[in-house]
Nanobody, 127 residues
Framework: HLHLVDSGGDSVEAGGSLTLSCAVS?????????MAWFRQTPGNEREGVAA????????YYGDSVKGRFIISRDNVNNVMFLQMASLKFEDPGMYSC???????????????????WGQGTPVAVSS
């Protein structure tokens, strides 16, 4: 089954940038899958940040990060990235990558849709 390892979390000043990585092993290219990033803060549910449909590369973003975050994938090395820019005080949390081999795009940002998860990498934003 898929194994995901996410990394790159750090403490960044507000307005700064950070890129997270998610290494995916045992991955068999599937044109109907999705890969995504979620974030969670204590006491809150996971929030879908960004998702990528492997079939055509379509991307989907949560409203709070549109225009600031970019999800991308390196197909050769099976690594997914989340480029975060203009970080705000509401962006901190535990960021986790996720994957599902069969994706319904209308729910690509819903955590229940994903069966494979990274362990999480923390992001903090300071003043």
């Amino acid at each position: 089954h898929l194994h995901l390892v996410d990394s790159g979390g750090d403490s960044v000043e507000a307005g700064g940038s950070l890129t997270l990585s998610c290494a995916v092993s045992n991955y068999t290219y599937n044109r109907r899958g999705c890969m995504a990033w979620f974030r969670q803060t204590p006491g809150n549910e996971r929030e879908g940040v960004a998702a990528l449909y492997t079939g055509d590369g379509s991307t989907y973003y949560g409203d709070s990060v549109k225009g600031r975050f970019i999800i991308s994938r390196d197909n050769v090395n099976n690594v997914m990235f989340l480029q975060m820019a203009s970080l705000k005080f509401e962006d901190p949390g535990m960021y986790s990558c996720a994957a599902t081999p069969y994706c319904e795009r209308n729910v690509a940002l819903m955590s229940y849709h994903y069966g494979y998860w990274g362990q999480g990498t923390p992001v903090a934003v300071s003043s």
